[in-house]
């Protein structure tokens, strides 16, 4: 070897490169802990991009310290409470460390000698998940990169088992849909077209006022889909959904999919985690009759990006997904094998994710993940409350989960404003920094909104960032044009 990598590879620098991040990783976890630095230091894309192209020019540096430090600088910092924007978590530190580990490791997981342990762990993990889920002695599934990609995966599945034609060898024949609420993920949308469904494969159905699937429309917009000579295959529930994190009636979708020979996935990418918690479970009533659900652990379970687990109702059904031959890498491709993961899921080579969920599991219990859903979804009921009691502010609808939109009311004289008031609010933050929300758009209307991800998030932070919207807002109506 070279004397590069020789030294890139020394165990001795290891060392004091590891020493070295996790002093800084700690030192940033103090310091946005407090809140009291700003959540994000934003800047303009160019001028970010300016920056770090100014950054590359730079003859190499040994000692990678100041580099890290100005990534840190120059990203949002969702360990500060004052992160209430979206649903990504704060991950625990251990499971961030644990990262490390699997990282440097980096087996592959897509056949068993290459993720021997990992594959045992995702074994473990999943199965637990769906006994939680209260699904039944059959259930199984795997991890994968993420919702948006469990998602296609859960519905590339249901296509197999319930479209009659093989699509796998044939592709697609006829008009094949699906039908979701139309507060759904995007990715929903996304995943179908990707199918090749087209825009009348998506069938989306109206939620009532709680933004929740009107499930009493499934009955006549699946007898108008055949009328239209379109084949439904399968009904997707949100639980929850991503801009209100309101919850569907699983029950009602279960028993209309029974009756219908439909596939029932539930997207819990965001809220499956309810089904651990005893207060929020009844949220959840019905996800045990799914034939797939999808729980992202890197939103409610304080896993850093990406683990998401698929799990299906009969864990054979996943290896009906991906009917492909892949002979050098598997003795028997057709062998329903829980330890070669390559088979279920999409990815060849896959993170070692399992160990961060196992190790938290480990260290902390289960219970971590119950006393954080209880928290958070309990702080959003009381931030909810108390914006009902504000005159200035209006909420969206009363919170299921730890999502609430709101917005700023104003004044009489601004009422026909309040979309572009409630947009200029948001932009105002961002550039601020101190706090970090969102906003989104409900039925047409713009709605501030945050999801509390955070469980050194208080009431105290909450009422701060209300206070420091109306102060805002008295700078951004000055800017906002009298006329339409
Ligand atoms: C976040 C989310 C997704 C997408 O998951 P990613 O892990 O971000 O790809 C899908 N569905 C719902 C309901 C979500 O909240």
């Not at 009532?208 to 917009?221: A, G, H, I, K």
Request: proline share 4%; with cysteine.
């Amino acid at each position: 070897m070279n004397d590069l990598l020789t030294a890139a590879y020394s165990p001795d620098t290891f060392r004091q490169q590891a020493h070295a991040l996790v002093d800084l990783l700690a030192d940033h976890l103090a310091q946005a802990e407090t809140g009291q630095n700003p959540t994000l230091n934003y800047l303009e894309p160019a001028e970010q991009l300016a920056y770090w192209e100014a950054e590359f020019e730079q003859p190499a540096n040994a000692k990678p310290v100041p580099l890290w430090n100005e990534i840190i600088k120059r990203s949002i910092h969702l360990h500060n409470p004052k992160f209430m924007g979206h649903q990504v978590s704060a991950p625990l530190p251990l499971a961030a460390l644990t990262g490390v580990l699997t990282g440097l490791l980096n087996n592959g997981q897509a056949v068993y000698e290459m993720g021997m342990t990992g594959n045992a762990l995702e074994r473990i993990v999943t199965n637990w998940l769906a006994q939680k889920l209260g699904l039944g002695p059959d259930s199984g599934g795997f991890l994968t990169s993420g919702g948006t990609l469990a998602n296609l995966t859960a519905l590339l599945t249901a296509r197999a088992l319930k479209v009659p034609t093989d699509v796998w060898q044939h592709g697609n024949s006829g008009k094949l849909a699906i039908m979701v609420s139309e507060e759904a993920h995007y990715c929903v949308d996304r995943a179908a077209r990707i199918m090749g469904l087209g825009a009348d494969g998506i069938i989306k159905i109206p939620t009532n006022d709680r933004f929740q699937m009107q499930t009493d429309l499934l009955e006549p917009y699946l007898e108008q889909a055949n009328e239209r000579g379109l084949t439904v295959f399968a009904v997707i529930g949100s639980a929850c959904s991503t801009s209100t994190g309101s919850y569907d009636d699983l029950t009602a979708i279960a028993d209309f999919c029974q009756t219908h020979n439909l596939w029932f996935h539930a997207d819990g990418a965001h809220g499956g985690v309810a089904a651990l918690s005893e207060t929020y479970r009844p949220l959840v009533q019905g996800i045990e009759r799914a034939d797939s659900v999808v729980v992202d652990f890197h939103k409610m379970m304080m896993i850093p990006a990406l683990v998401t687990a698929v799990i299906y109702q009969r864990d054979g059904d996943a290896f009906r997904t991906f009917q492909q031959k892949a002979q050098y890498l598997w003795a028997d491709a057709s062998t329903k094998d829980w330890f070669n993961s390559g088979k279920r899921a999409f990815e060849c080579t896959k993170l070692m994710m399992s160990a961060k969920v196992y190790t938290v599991m480990r260290t902390y219990g289960e219970e971590i993940f119950t006393q954080h859903v209880d928290l958070l979804y309990g702080l959003a009921r009381e931030f909810a409350t108390h914006i009902l009691q504000q005159p200035d502010f209006e909420l969206a609808v009363m919170p299921e989960s730890n999502i609430v939109c709101f917005r700023y009311a104003g004044s009489e004289t601004n009422r026909d404003q309040i979309n572009m008031l409630n947009s200029a609010i948001r932009q105002q933050l961002l550039t601020d920094g101190e706090f970090y929300i969102v906003q989104t758009i409900l039925r047409g209307h713009v709605w501030l909104r945050v999801s509390i991800m955070n469980s050194l998030t208080t009431m105290a932070h909450l009422k701060e960032m209300l206070l420091t919207v109306k102060r805002l807002s008295e700078l951004v109506v000055q800017n906002i044009p009298t006329s339409d």
